[in-house]
């Protein structure tokens, strides 16, 4: 008999044991992330400085858990232009990337921090950086407070798009802007620290980000004039129960949608909204094992993508020509724009890219007393394109001019 006593207490235990798991809810997995680190690295930056804050993002990323299957780092500095150190897909290991980080080298410059603002948020989203779709995104902005452009529409764009900003500042800042700037509530998510004691913040900092990257409650990312993403953490199993997700338009809220997901779903896309338009979302857990609240929140859409209103043709030279335009700007900002050109009578036409924050680009290598189609294309987050062309002509260069005809020499004849 003890044979089979011995089995019927094992599975009593396993029996046991699944019941208890099923009560708790699903294990929580590796959280999953795209963390870009945006350094000041101009020359408002002492090499003291950036050495200190160097070392103090190197054992930042020593404490989390990097890899091609949880987290991936990006680092970009900022300075006159804004530039990458690597992307997202270019380290697998969290010794990689502190190497990596160790090797960086300061920019130096002007502090244009709302440009490398709008530079991130292109990396953030961008497949060909390594960024993934589908998960948390945080960006953590080391600074010494002082920015040659202004921080605060850019900044408030990437928290649109569900983006969790973290601000370290070494203690020059404006507490009132930097507040604003960051993710809320600013306590939690702006620290004012000593350049020296910036090792004090690494493990606050570290269970921050990792709250971010393994979200507990329902939260929107990726929103569009059209869509937005729903992501939430795993409250049940499939065997376990069910979800009911229910959208419903703020200013109509006759017109409810409703979708079905199984317990193992964690996230899902809403598509087919209207722009600039608050929508209503609720999560409606349904469990046979356990009571569990439904959680609600409020998603504000994009304003409709819209292409440049107006292009001015400038300083027309017989081989160039300045084209400048009404930039597009506000949350819907464009991503980056093309300039194509040729001419009007046919032939091969150009193209000049021109990144985000510019809305203006000489053209050259153009032929004297031609007309020109020039098209300025808009280019988005959600793959849309916006254009508008206009005529410009080149004037001709300068005529060569006949040469003068040697004065005549009157002679006068001897009487």
């Known amino acids: 008999m003890l044979p089979w006593t011995a089995l019927s207490l094992a599975l009593s235990l396993r029996l046991a044991l699944a019941q208890s798991g099923a009560e708790r809810g699903p294990l929580a997995s590796a959280p999953q992330g795209d963390l870009l680190l945006l350094l000041d690295s101009s020359a408002s930056v002492s090499h003291y400085e950036f050495s200190r804050v160097r070392e103090f993002v190197g054992q930042l990323v020593a404490l989390l858990p990097l890899g091609p299957g949880a987290l991936r780092a990006s680092l970009v500095h900022v300075g006159s232009r804004p530039h990458t150190e690597f992307p997202f897909n270019q380290h697998s290991s969290s010794q990689a990337v502190q190497d990596a980080i160790r090797a960086a080298a300061q920019r130096m410059g002007d502090t244009n921090t709302g440009l490398a603002l709008a530079y991130a948020q292109e990396q953030l989203f961008a497949e060909a950086a390594g960024a993934r779709t589908g998960v948390p995104k945080v960006l953590v902005w080391v600074t010494d407070g002082a920015s040659s452009d202004p921080v605060g529409p850019p900044m408030q764009e990437l928290k649109d798009l569900g983006v969790t900003v973290f601000i370290v500042s070494t203690g020059r800042g404006n507490l009132l802007e930097l507040s604003a700037a960051a993710s809320a509530p600013a306590e939690k998510h702006l620290h004012f620290v000593d350049v020296d004691d ?167 290598g153009l032929a004297p007393g031609t007309a020109y189609l020039v098209t300025v294309t808009a280019a988005f987050r959600s793959g849309r394109e916006r254009a508008l062309s206009a005529k410009a002509c080149t004037p001709m260069g300068e005529r060569s001019r006949a040469p003068r005809p040697a004065p005549r020499v009157a002679v006068g004849r001897g009487g």
């Open 198 to 364: 910036l090792h004090i913040i690494a493990q606050e900092l570290r269970g921050s980000i990792l709250d971010a990257m393994h979200p507990q409650q329902l939260y929107a990312s990726e929103v569009t004039p059209s869509s937005f993403r729903l992501a939430w953490p795993p409250l049940l199993t499939a065997d376990s129960g069910y979800y009911v997700l229910e959208l419903m338009p703020t200013a109509d809220p006759r017109a409810p949608r409703r979708q079905q997901l199984p317990g193992n779903a964690t996230d899902w896309t809403w598509d087919g909204l209207s722009p600039d338009s608050d929508y209503d979302v609720a999560l409606l857990p349904e469990s046979n094992v356990r009571l569990l609240k439904p959680q609600h929140l409020r998603v504000h859409t994009l304003p409709e993508e819209a292409g440049p209103e107006r292009i001015i043709i400038s300083h027309a030279r017989p081989r160039s020509l300045r084209v400048s335009w009404t930039p597009v700007l506000g949350p819907a900002a464009a991503l980056g724009y093309q300039v194509q050109f040729g001419p009007l009578s046919g032939g091969a036409a150009q193209h000049v890219e021109v990144p985000a924050g510019r809305n203006s680009t000489t053209l050259q």
